[in-house]
């Protein structure tokens, strides 16, 4: 017998999953939702020596990013920074040396649905000196439903004088993740089909994949690299011992060194999912990014 509520649930049509929403919260930060869960915050406190995201959610809720653990307090979810820039530390914090901060002056945008993205002008200063101007701005890209994604895009623009953005021996500068304490130990694949640690760090590739387990299941996140991008495929840094990290590390081999007004314009995709990784499907995801976000 059909029951009056099949026929409704007829009526309206195939379930469709309720729309990621950017939602403005207290304490300086942006959350994006579906629904009632969260999939990842953007946080920007003036109070902290720069803005990233964490947590970073799978699909299912739990987080896979660690923000700021005392073994590295400067590591916060994922983040965007350099160890030498001019002779500045924005990558460290406690640390000796010069240090730098990464300062949001003004927020240019929020879309809350569409997708939802927020635009937010950065300024990286020194010792009182604006060193770069950033635009950046990051999406809830939606190119495969079965994982959560941050669109990640960034215009570094020189200031008053010529600015030189170096790893400086830690080869690991750029867009990075410090994986939560159950996933260290993990495995990597990346585009090229490599599954070997010291391979897979450094070597380019049009994405690279992280993942172990977290309370007995397996989770894992991949960073795409744009074709537009300078130096690409970029060249990945990874680690598992003792913890696991992943980043986008333009800079491994060369650093950028930009005119005073010239622009270093970045854009990488950041898919969090659960499970292992597997080639197939995460070719299919960078394409179907490739489709929905075009070369400028």
Same mark, same amino acid.
């Given at each position: 017998m059909i029951s009056r509520r099949s026929l409704l649930a007829a009526a309206a049509g195939p379930w469709r999953p309720a729309p990621v929403e950017a939602v403005e919260g207290p304490g300086a930060k942006v959350s994006f939702r579906r629904g009632t869960r969260l999939l990842w915050e953007y946080r920007f406190s003036a109070g902290l020596p720069k803005p990233y995201v964490h947590p970073l959610c799978a699909p299912d809720g739990r987080a896979v990013s660690l923000d700021s653990p005392p073994?590295?307090?400067?590591?916060?979810?994922? /983040?965007?920074?350099?160890?030498? %820039?001019?002779?500045?530390?924005?990558?460290?914090?406690?640390?000796p040396g010069a240090h730098g901060r990464i300062v949001q002056r003004r927020r240019l945008a929020l879309r809350?649905?569409? $997708?939802?993205?927020?635009? %937010?002008?950065?300024?990286?200063?020194?010792?009182?000196?604006?060193?770069l101007s950033e635009r950046r701005t990051l999406r809830a890209v939606a190119p495969a439903p079965e994982a959560v994604w941050v669109e990640w895009e960034s215009e570094l623009r020189a200031a008053d004088q010529a600015v030189t953005i170096s790893a400086a021996g830690h080869v690991y500068n750029g867009l990075g993740i410090r994986f939560v304490r159950e996933m260290d130990g993990g495995r990597v694949l990346n585009a090229r089909g490599t599954t070997r640690i010291e391979q897979a760090d450094g070597e380019p590739a049009e994405w690279c994949a992280y993942w172990g387990g977290a309370a007995g299941a397996l989770y894992g996140v991949a960073i795409f690299d744009h074709p537009a991008n300078p130096?690409?495929?970029? $060249?990945?840094?990874? /680690?598992?011992?003792?913890?696991?990290?992943?980043?986008?590390? $333009?800079?491994?081999?060369? $650093?950028?060194?930009?005119?005073?007004?010239?622009?270093?314009?970045?854009?990488?995709? %950041?898919?969090?999912?659960?499970?292992?990784?597997?080639?197939?499907?995460?070719?299919?995801?960078?394409?179907s990014w490739m489709v929905s976000r075009p070369a400028r």
């Open positions: 073994d590295h307090v400067h590591h916060r979810g994922l /983040m965007l920074a350099w160890s030498d %820039v001019n002779g500045f530390d924005f990558w460290g914090e406690a640390n809350r649905k569409e $997708p939802p993205a927020v635009t %937010v002008l950065n300024h990286w200063v020194a010792e009182g000196r604006l060193l130096r690409y495929p970029t $060249p990945f840094f990874v /680690m598992r011992e003792p913890f696991g990290y992943l980043s986008a590390a $333009p800079t491994y081999r060369e $650093p950028f060194r930009l005119a005073r007004g010239e622009a270093l314009r970045l854009r990488w995709a %950041v898919a969090a999912f659960a499970g292992p990784a597997e080639a197939a499907r995460l070719e299919g995801w960078r394409r």
